[in-house]
């Protein structure tokens, strides 16, 4: 959590945003620059990787930032080995959740060495593989391995998979999911497994999560309506959702359509900011006068400072709204609100931990303010890959940039769409060797 003070329920606490770990607990690209300049203080990496620091593990996006981290700094992968088999089953969803459970320490660690593999790192492959055959989490690590190796290299591991499939809950298993969908037909324990699971949670037969990005809008929605989807379901099709750049009004709505939700997660938010905000009022926006638009959605984010007790959520929602209104609005008009949303802007890069908004805040600050690419270089190593392919396409052209963009593009563990803009980019440099950061703004 992240309070003004330490007067709170709250047993732990970020670091300050400015700290080398605070920012490192945030996902951001300077504390990736400063472990580089002092590999001294590279423990801290084991620090976050020890307590998932991300504000929300299903939308939130640490892998590769971890990853790199890990290879660049040369760290001992032993700790990372020793967390994984650590981990013991998964407790059942009416548990109440339980951050230093050991059981909720594997993502990171299976994530991470799933991502180094892909880099080459022979350990990191060989400790996931024969973790299928003897760990606790195995069906999650397999589900891990298909969501970043090629076929290939875990193709084989269904007969592992096959002979453990009595260990575990049927509600493990996601039919419409690699490998589970590639496996269907090659073993009669395994499809009684998945045509159980099936029948206990009916959204596993369509709703294949690593891949939501697919999904239609209409089918996200439905997705998020349906009875059967669970819950981390739920909050993956929500941050594709938002990722898509769904409207603020169509996202009330649909958070009232669901009813009152639990005192936590998105949708509980939502319904707050509903609340807070009421969807009648919002239903004007396309309509009102241009002041009103301003002054309405100004008020929802002082009400959102108010009220929302250090929680960081719905900020993005709010801001990329009135970042577009004011952008339409003439250079000399609402100069107080534009300064006003621009400090703001900045404050929730910087200290938000919730990652996976970041990029909504650089594009609406890429909207309101020249000045924007040139704060850019350092986000090419942030956490989630929205915010670098955002760095990669707008950056000024400083000797940093320039530097990790060839990084970027020749970086095994870096997603192949990033490596591609990074390869575009440098190449219209080759053919523009007079730019310079000048020249971008």
Not at 104 to 121: H, N, S, T
Request: with cysteine.
């Amino acid at each position: 959590m992240d309070c003004a003070d330490g007067d709170c329920e709250h047993d732990w606490h970020y670091a300050p945003a400015r700290s080398v770990l605070g920012a490192l607990e945030r996902g951001r690209g300077i504390a990736v620059a400063r472990l580089r300049a002092r590999p001294e203080d590279a423990r801290l990496v084991y620090e976050c990787i020890g307590r998932d620091t991300r504000w929300n593990h299903y939308v939130d996006s640490r892998e590769v930032y971890l990853a790199r981290l890990v290879r660049d700094l040369d760290l001992d992968l032993a700790p990372l080995v020793a967390q994984l088999h650590a981990c013991g089953p998964l407790p059942p969803p009416s548990e109440p959740y339980d951050p230093d459970s050991d059981a909720d320490m594997f993502d990171l660690p299976a994530g991470i060495l799933a991502v180094l593999a892909v880099g080459g790192d022979e350990q990191a492959l060989e400790t996931l593989r024969d973790y299928v055959s003897n760990g606790a989490r195995w069906t999650d690590a397999l589900t891990m391995i298909a969501r970043w190796w090629p076929v290939e290299w875990w193709d084989d591991l269904w007969l592992q998979a096959a002979v453990r499939v009595d260990t575990v809950e049927a509600t493990e298993f996601w039919p419409a999911e690699q490998p589970w969908r590639r496996w269907r037909g090659r073993d009669g324990g395994l499809d009684a497994a998945f045509d159980a699971a099936i029948r206990e949670r009916p959204i596993a037969a369509v709703a294949p999560r690593a891949n939501l990005a697919a999904f239609s809008a209409a089918q996200l929605l439905d997705l998020m309506q349906a009875v059967g989807t669970d819950s981390g379901t739920l909050n993956l099709t929500f941050g594709t959702a938002r990722h898509q750049g769904r409207e603020l009004l169509e996202l009330l709505n649909l958070a009232e359509r669901l009813g009152p939700p639990g005192p936590t997660g998105v949708f509980g938010i939502l319904l707050e900011l509903g609340q807070q905000v009421s969807a009648s009022s919002l239903r004007t926006f396309p309509n009102a006068p241009m002041d009103l638009n301003v002054a309405m959605l100004s008020d929802a984010l002082d009400r959102l400072d108010r009220d929302n007790d250090g929680e960081w959520c719905g900020y993005d929602l709010l801001t990329e709204k009135l970042a577009r209104v004011l952008a339409g609005t003439p250079p000399a008009a609402h100069l107080d609100a534009k300064d006003r949303l621009v400090r703001r802007l900045i404050h929730l890069t910087t200290g938000s931990p919730h990652t996976y908004e970041r990029a909504s805040y650089l594009r609406s600050l890429l909207l309101l303010d020249h000045q924007a690419p040139e704060h850019l270089p350092i986000y090419l190593l942030d956490c989630e890959a929205d915010v670098r392919l955002l760095a990669v396409r707008h950056t000024a052209l400083t000797d940093d940039a320039r530097r990790w963009l060839v990084e970027l593009r020749d970086d095994p563990i870096e997603h192949a769409h990033i490596r591609a803009a990074a390869t575009e980019r440098l190449h219209t440099l080759d053919h523009r060797p007079e730019e310079t950061a000048e020249d971008t703004r």
